[in-house]
């Protein structure tokens, strides 16, 4: 049992360090370019694709609770 739980914690350890490594690199790029004034021109490219993931998100979670909400978006209606 000790060694699960050693070896949970382990992957707890790599998990969370991947995601301060990855926070981190993205704090750099957006520093970047907003020191080179190129984030504005960032921000309108991305905007539509992060909006159209946030709605692909929702249809995805919404999916199977409600089918004929589901079914009516289909359509185009909605």
Do not use: H
């Not at 382990?10 to 360090?17: D, E, K, M, S, W």
């Not at 490594?21 to 080179?36: D, Q």
């Not at 998100?57 to 589901?70: I, P, Q, V, Y």
């Amino acid at each position: 049992m000790e060694t699960y739980l050693n070896l949970m914690l382990i992957r707890f350890g790599l998990i969370a360090g991947g995601l301060v490594v990855l926070a981190l690199l993205a704090f750099a790029v957006a520093l970047t370019l907003k020191r080179r004034g190129r984030l504005d021109e960032v921000r309108r490219y991305a905007d539509p694709v992060v909006k159209a993931g946030l709605r692909a998100a929702a249809r995805r979670l919404d999916g199977g609770k409600n089918e004929a909400s589901r079914s009516r978006r289909q359509d185009g209606r909605r």
